[in-house]
């Protein structure tokens, strides 16, 4: 059964910490994405990955960066969070390139809820 | 730039009976797929339908099935025989072929769909 993991499910943290989100698939796929979520808004691309050490922003990099050491592995960085931030967070994993219909759609880990108080 | 459209944020339906949920996009791309997810009280995003662009015949999954009209950018998601478990907030995306080679999938606001029992 495929999987993309996320660290927490929940998470409280204090106006100018420093957080990491963490996010892990087991399907060996290049590509991997970090969205938030908030109503109304649907998801939202913050960064998304395409290979070891690469990164590109999306449409709300603003506050945030990643890090891709490991193929399996992606992080999310508030580097000084601010209750702006406070969101769901969900990553998000696909092949680079897929032939056919089958394996074209990302697969999602099961979100965290993040509170910056 | 694509951009994805839910112009429902909420619809009601009866159990047992038919429910369409809307989503059009924008693009000027020849050759694309479509996504519909479903995100339960869980969190965790499944994917429910797709549908490659090239082809005419619109996709079906069990109760699940589109109404794709390329020409009119419109993606819209019917749900047979509503079940109570098919309350859920429902996503449109699209999935945006990138330079580099890769996609990254754009989602639309969401439309939550109740089932009265």
């Known amino acids: 059964d495929v999987k993309v993991t996320q660290s927490s499910r929940y998470l409280v943290k204090r106006t100018g910490e420093k957080v990491f989100l963490e996010c892990v698939q087991d399907m060996d796929h290049e590509n991997m994405f970090w969205y938030r979520q908030d109503p109304g808004l649907g998801l939202r691309l913050i960064y998304f990955s395409y290979d070891v050490k690469m990164k590109e922003k999306g449409d709300i990099p603003e506050g945030y960066s990643v890090s891709r050491e490991k193929k399996e592995r992606f992080s999310l960085i508030l580097e000084s969070a601010s209750t702006n931030q406070t969101s769901m967070y969900l990553c998000a994993s696909s092949l680079y390139f897929s032939f056919g219909t089958e394996n074209t759609e990302a697969f999602f880990g099961q979100g965290t809820r993040l509170t910056v108080v | 730039a694509q951009t994805v459209t839910q112009s429902q944020p909420e619809m009601s339906v009866q159990e047992a009976e038919t429910v369409t949920l809307s989503c059009t996009y924008d693009?000027?791309?020849?050759?694309?797929?479509l996504f519909w997810y479903k995100q339960p009280p869980s969190r965790q995003m499944i994917l429910v339908i797709r549908?490659?662009?090239?082809?005419?015949q619109n996709a079906t999954e069990n109760r699940f099935s589109v109404n794709f009209q390329k020409a009119a950018k419109s993606f819209s998601l019917k749900i047979s025989d509503s079940q109570l478990g098919d309350a859920a907030m429902y996503f449109c995306a699209y999935r945006s072929y990138l330079r580099s080679g890769t996609y990254k999938y754009i989602f639309g606001t969401g439309t939550r769909l109740k089932v009265l029992a």
């Open positions: 693009t000027s791309e020849s050759d694309y797929y």
């Open positions: 549908q490659e662009a090239y082809k005419q």
